[in-house]
């Protein structure tokens, strides 16, 4: 081959320019010649998709604080930015991307990093294919800047219901209610469904008490019109009054234009790439239209989360330049919060989920323990809650939740490391945290809680 | 043997009486019989010295706060608690302990968790062997007693003069100014010894930052008195003036009672008991007048840390009653913070410094990593600096130390359970670590420090 290698990459967000850069950078050091293009259909690169709520709740000035990286800086960095353009189709064999204006781009190697964009279910849409007044996602920077405006513009007394009680679901709740505004979160599960119901029903109870209104157990079918404007949410056997809806439901792999390539898709439409992120010969892949590779179980899993688009476009873009790096999958570890007022909850999650456990042929001990994340006698202490899962057998460390107060969500750390080392609830009852009056109880409730599993095997 | 096994505690503290209950506890599933008798020359059991800087900061309202457990509540749980006792000498052929009243107790196993009193200097000290008015340490509830009395009847402008920067010194001059006295803090070292140059350079900032006079390189050799009042502290070429003069140079193993059993101890008086307790036939020990096995160098180091007496305490005990738990070393975790006002600093360290790596045969590569507690764009996010050393050679994890804002000083954990299992800082680089907007930048800090160090291996 002569000339450069032609990089393209589909996507510049997380795993797109992760991705491009890593693999200049390592190709400096092998001495590789590469030429990167990205193209993205989208106006914004490189943005924190997850900070959307926290614009929405007033902490983050405008959607332009969001962003790591603009265009202008990648470009500098010497990569080839099209934005605005949409790859429609492929064709593996010629080594081609086809754009919605019916541009045919060659490529040498092929990098997948399209994301996921927001479900929006078939109710929410007007016949154009937009959604009704006041309805949106929260995915993409537009969406972000729309829900500024309708925010913005909602007068007193605004209810906002919230199909969805994910973790964006949660987060949106803490924006509108810290902007002042009533909140109804309707969801078909118990909500937190990536927590126990033990720990799960410990987030619902914190929704109340900040004056948030929770349905559980229902599927919206429908909303209540005014013309083109939403007055409300139907589900079977019910409605809500509604002045803004906002629509959490998931999002989906962004993976169509490969349709006919003969690659390799799961029922949800995402990609499976292997720790470097090769998919197939001249294809790679990472980030949201991806699954992980769960160590725990070996399961792949949807998890479209920026941590893992950055570890494993990083891990892709040194492969693909002659390096070595390898995103050896996850452990499944998550966080978040909600914080309204007097209202401080923590919540994160690392491992399996008893269900996982019990799928892979283990016999799971788990117990709830609760706890202070300081001394008692500080002014720092508040409660904390710990779901511990361990095998019976092994003793392997198989899970760990923690809902609780300030300090309690980062503690997931501690037991994500120990997951990573496959040890045991041995190991996380007697290794040695950190300990001082403002920071922990004299026994790290962290190991407390394991403690009182490792008993119990 | 006929009867129950006498066990003799000395010491009614964090070690001594996480031994006594657990022996009690393991002994009612192993079904031995134990008589647990618990000899303490103090007045308060099971109290949390670690507090007491917060009880003269003004978070604590009394000394009973600091009491975990109450003289009455270990006598319900069936232990024969006799406070005011204190043991002078030991027989070990008789199997017998000699009080200060001069009454003998026999024992069929002894357990010696005498802790480690304050240092006290011969300049703090008058011929009758009190301290002189206005000069004291920080390690009993007496002391804390003492301390909260001197502190409220100071005047307005009261200046405290705090004799050694380690972490009690550093937590008194929290206090003092929070109460709003001058401080100035002196020590012979650049402070904070436990923390690399760097990272310690960061605290003396933060003290001077909140008002506090900073005095490095000097040994204090004696007071300025007014008749029994101190009145400044002098050291070569120097005197500062001050009304209080804090003692806080460190600790000692009260071991004198086991001089002439042939019971070896260390240069500092301190015992090293293996992973269950025990030190020589019928002799067990564990807390703060023991060193304790860092894992990682395999050195035993003198650490008297309440972490470390609750944990071999608990192994002890378990040890005594035919269990099996142990307690299998640490890898040197520790923290603490200086928050006043505005400026809050969280400072925590684990494992080697890069003088114990050196001593240890490592060929350590050291970085420090500045980034945030949490995504820039949150009102969340503080700043955060990071030391992270790893082997050149075998990429080993070797130490981590934090210095930063409100949310940085408990990651330390993460980087600890790493240490525990031996891991790299590849490990550490590329673990799954939670991630969100509040809590974290999208490449957490900790694992950005360790890339950096991990591409420079």
């Given at each position: 081959?002569t000339?450069?290698t032609?990089?393209?990459?589909?996507?510049?967000d997380?795993a797109?320019m992760?991705s491009a850069?890593?693999a200049l950078r390592?190709?400096?050091?092998?001495?590789?010649e590469?030429?990167?293009?990205v193209?993205?259909?989208?106006?914004?690169?490189?943005y924190?998709?997850?900070?959307?709520?926290y614009?929405?709740?007033g902490d983050?000035?405008?959607?332009?604080?969001?962003?790591?990286r603009t265009?202008?800086?990648h470009?500098?960095?010497?990569?080839?930015?099209?934005m605005?353009?949409?790859?429609?189709?492929t064709?593996?064999?010629?080594?081609?991307?086809?754009?919605?204006?019916g541009?045919?781009v060659?490529?040498?190697?092929?990098?997948?990093a399209?994301?996921a964009?927001?479900?929006?279910?078939?109710?929410?849409l007007?016949?154009?294919?937009t959604t009704?007044?006041?309805v949106g996602?929260?995915k993409t920077?537009d969406?972000g800047?729309?829900?500024a405006d309708?925010?913005?513009?909602?007068?007193d007394?605004a209810h906002?219901?919230?199909?969805g009680a994910g973790?964006?679901g949660?987060?949106v709740?803490?924006?509108?209610?810290r902007?002042?505004f009533?909140v109804?979160?309707?969801t078909?599960g118990?909500?937190?469904?990536?927590?126990e119901?033990?720990m799960?029903?410990l987030?619902?109870?914190?929704?109340?008490d900040?004056?948030?209104?929770?349905?559980?157990?229902?599927?919206?079918?429908?909303l209540?019109l005014d013309g083109?404007?939403v007055?409300g949410?139907r589900w079977?056997?019910?409605?809500?009054?509604?002045?803004l809806?906002?629509?959490?439901?998931?999002?989906?792999?962004?993976?169509?234009?490969l349709e006919?390539?003969?690659?390799e898709?799961?029922?949800g439409?995402?990609l499976?790439?292997?720790?470097?992120g090769?998919?197939?010969?001249?294809?790679?892949?990472?980030?949201d239209?991806?699954e992980?590779?769960r160590?725990?179980?070996?399961?792949?899993?949807?998890?479209?989360l920026?941590?893992?688009?950055?570890?494993?476009?990083?891990?892709?873009?040194?492969?693909?330049a002659?390096?070595?790096?390898?995103?050896?999958?996850?452990?499944?570890?998550?966080?978040t919060?909600?914080?309204v007022g007097?209202?401080h909850?923590?919540?994160?999650?690392t491992g399996?989920?008893?269900?996982?456990a019990?799928?892979?042929g283990?016999d799971?001990?788990a117990?709830?323990?609760?706890?202070?994340?300081?001394s008692?006698?500080?002014?720092?202490?508040?409660p904390?809650a710990l779901?511990?899962?361990?095998?019976?057998t092994?003793?392997?460390?198989l899970?760990?939740?923690?809902?609780?107060g300030?300090?309690?969500g980062?503690?997931?750390?501690?037991a994500?490391?120990?997951l990573w080392?496959g040890g045991?609830?041995?190991?996380?009852?007697w290794m040695d945290?950190?300990?001082a009056?403002?920071?922990?109880t004299a026994?790290?409730?962290?190991q407390?809680?394991?403690?009182?599993?490792?008993?119990?095997?």
């Amino acid at each position: 081959m002569t000339g450069p290698t032609r990089v393209v990459v589909v996507g510049a967000d997380a795993a797109g320019m992760s991705s491009a850069h890593q693999a200049l950078r390592t190709a400096r050091r092998t001495g590789r010649e590469l030429e990167v293009t990205v193209l993205d259909k989208g106006t914004h690169t490189s943005y924190s998709a997850c900070g959307i709520p926290y614009w929405m709740a007033g902490d983050v000035g405008s959607g332009d604080d969001l962003v790591a990286r603009t265009a202008g800086q990648h470009r500098e960095a010497g990569i080839d930015l099209r934005m605005g353009v949409e790859v429609v189709s492929t064709d593996l064999e010629a080594r081609t991307v086809t754009t919605d204006t019916g541009e045919v781009v060659e490529f040498d190697e092929l990098v997948v990093a399209t994301g996921a964009p927001a479900v929006v279910p078939d109710w929410a849409l007007r016949p154009d294919g937009t959604t009704y007044d006041g309805v949106g996602t929260v995915k993409t920077l537009d969406d972000g800047a729309a829900w500024a405006d309708r925010l913005a513009a909602a007068g007193d007394g605004a209810h906002v219901v919230i199909v969805g009680a994910g973790y964006i679901g949660v987060e949106v709740a803490e924006a509108a209610l810290r902007q002042g505004f009533g909140v109804t979160v309707l969801t078909r599960g118990r909500g937190m469904s990536m927590l126990e119901d033990e720990m799960s029903d410990l987030v619902n109870v914190a929704l109340c008490d900040a004056g948030a209104e929770v349905v559980l157990g229902v599927e919206v079918t429908g909303l209540v019109l005014d013309g083109d404007r939403v007055t409300g949410v139907r589900w079977d056997g019910g409605t809500r009054e509604a002045d803004l809806v906002v629509v959490a439901i998931g999002v989906r792999p962004a993976t169509a234009f490969l349709e006919g390539t003969g690659i390799e898709l799961t029922e949800g439409g995402a990609l499976r790439p292997d720790p470097h992120g090769r998919v197939a010969e001249h294809v790679w892949s990472a980030g949201d239209c991806c699954e992980v590779r769960r160590r725990l179980d070996d399961q792949w899993v949807f998890r479209p989360l920026g941590t893992y688009a950055n570890k494993h476009g990083r891990a892709l873009g040194d492969s693909l330049a002659g390096g070595t790096l390898s995103f050896d999958g996850m452990v499944d570890t998550a966080i978040t919060r909600f914080s309204v007022g007097e209202v401080h909850l923590e919540m994160a999650r690392t491992g399996l989920s008893r269900k996982d456990a019990e799928a892979a042929g283990h016999d799971p001990v788990a117990l709830v323990t609760e706890g202070r994340t300081a001394s008692g006698y500080m002014p720092e202490a508040e409660p904390i809650a710990l779901w511990v899962m361990a095998d019976r057998t092994t003793r392997r460390l198989l899970g760990v939740q923690v809902v609780g107060g300030h300090g309690a969500g980062k503690r997931i750390d501690a037991a994500a490391a120990v997951l990573w080392a496959g040890g045991t609830v041995d190991d996380l009852a007697w290794m040695d945290l950190a300990y001082a009056p403002p920071f922990a109880t004299a026994w790290e409730v962290l190991q407390v809680a394991a403690r009182r599993v490792a008993e119990r095997l």
